[in-house]
């Protein structure tokens, strides 16, 4: 099996950014799709053959991942950020764990903040995914058997993402969808990565992120969304990510998130 990196990534004049990610590892044993979103001024190129370019002049995370999925020559490919340190020889952890389970067609690893901790907390044995643990993962987290999710014509969402109108868990609909089609979905209990830090509760009660998560919720518990909203804004209080005085505003954006989404259904 080939395994490649799909790398999301903007306005790069060069890949010497490689060095950094794949410190522990010799970049001339992977094989890599950077996906460069960019303008005519500013093209990126590779004179390795092992490390392709395609210079996009469109912007979104889930376009830019698309068009990596198209053009992706591994059987295996993962999902990578492009600020994340890759542990040593995490291409063999990767593989081995989809020949361990060759009926599988997502897998899930962990990662590491850079004090060299658990980014999160993750279970303790390889598990198989569910519509519930799926709402947990990360991008950087996540491979894939290509050859089967292009089978079942199965795409991230572009309307969600960074650089889209819901700037939010585009990874979780694209593992959401590989569940409800009936695939495989597991968790591998080993370290394939490590990230900065970033507490993403502290985005929760912004606007952006509360107009997405209704459009998102609305997508899955379609009309069911307005029994959510009280729940969802209950928590924000609860947690002190909004003030009750913001009650109002919040939920006037959330509407407008949910109106969002059903025109562009």
């Known amino acids: 099996m080939i395994l490649e990196v799909l790398i999301s990534t903007m306005d790069r004049k ?3 950014f490689l060095n950094h990610m794949f410190i522990n590892n010799n970049l001339s044993d992977l094989n890599i799709l950077i996906i460069n979103q960019t303008d005519s001024k500013t093209l990126l190129k590779s004179d390795a053959v092992n490390i392709r370019v ?4 469109e912007y ?4 830019s991942r698309n068009l990596a999925i198209e053009h992706t020559i591994g059987d295996i490919c993962l999902i990578a950020d492009d600020d994340a340190v890759y542990e040593k020889d995490f291409y063999n952890t990767i593989l081995n764990a ?4 060759p009926s599988s067609t997502l897998i899930t690893f962990k990662a590491k903040n850079l004090k060299g901790t658990s980014y999160r907390e993750y279970d303790n044995q390889n598990t198989k995914h569910t519509q519930q643990t799926i709402k947990d993962i990360m991008s950087l987290e996540v491979a894939f058997n290509s050859e089967k999710i292009k089978a079942f014509d199965i795409k991230f ?4 993402g960074l650089g889209s ?9 694209f593992s959401r969808d590989i569940i409800n089609k009936g695939l495989i979905g597991k968790f591998y209990n080993e370290f394939i990565v490590s990230h900065p830090q970033f507490n993403s509760g502290m985005a929760l009660g912004n606007d952006d992120i509360v107009y997405a998560r209704a459009a998102l919720n609305y997508k899955i518990l379609s009309f069911f969304v307005y029994l959510w909203i009280p729940k969802y804004m209950f928590f924000l209080m609860r947690h002190s990510y909004i003030k009750p005085k913001e009650l109002i505003s919040k939920v006037l954006i959330s509407f407008q998130g949910i109106k969002a989404y059903r025109e562009s259904d």
């Open 54 to 57: 395609i210079n996009s002049f």
């Open 60 to 63: 979104g995370l889930s376009k």
């Open 14 to 16: 060069d890949i010497s």
């Open 98 to 101: 989809f020949k361990k389970n």
């Open 165 to 173: 109108e819901f700037p939010t868990a585009e990874e979780y609909l």
């Open 157 to 160: 969402d572009t309307r969600f």
